[in-house]
């Protein structure tokens, strides 16, 4: 399941250059997630490296992209093939 950055962003920039899959950007007011990016960071980390260093507490798994942890290995796989 990709995650998404909620209204709660500060737009601090914390996270885009810690996502190893290059899935963060600045939008217009708060930053986003591109979920045919985001693999929770599974292929390359432990644990979704965006969340450890938010200090707004702003991101959250995306509802509309459930994914197992397969589908979420072969997305990273197809990122950096
Ligand atoms: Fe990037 Fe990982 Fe955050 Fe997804 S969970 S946006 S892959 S840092
Ligand atoms: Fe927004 Fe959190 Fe990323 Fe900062 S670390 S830009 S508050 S989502």
Redesign the pocket.
């Known amino acids: 399941m990709?995650?998404l950055i909620n209204e709660d962003c500060t737009a601090c920039d914390a996270?885009r250059p810690?996502?190893?899959?290059?899935?963060?950007s600045a939008g217009e007011v708060i930053f986003t997630?591109?979920p045919l990016?985001?693999?929770?960071?599974?292929g390359?980390?432990e644990e979704?490296?965006?969340?450890l260093v938010c200090p707004a507490s702003c991101?959250v798994a995306n509802p509309d992209w459930p994914e197992t942890p397969e589908e979420l290995q072969n997305k990273y796989e197809q990122i950096h093939s």
């Open positions: 990709a995650l996270c810690v996502c190893p899959n290059e899935a963060i997630i591109d990016r985001c693999t929770e960071c599974v390359a980390e979704p490296q965006c969340k991101i």
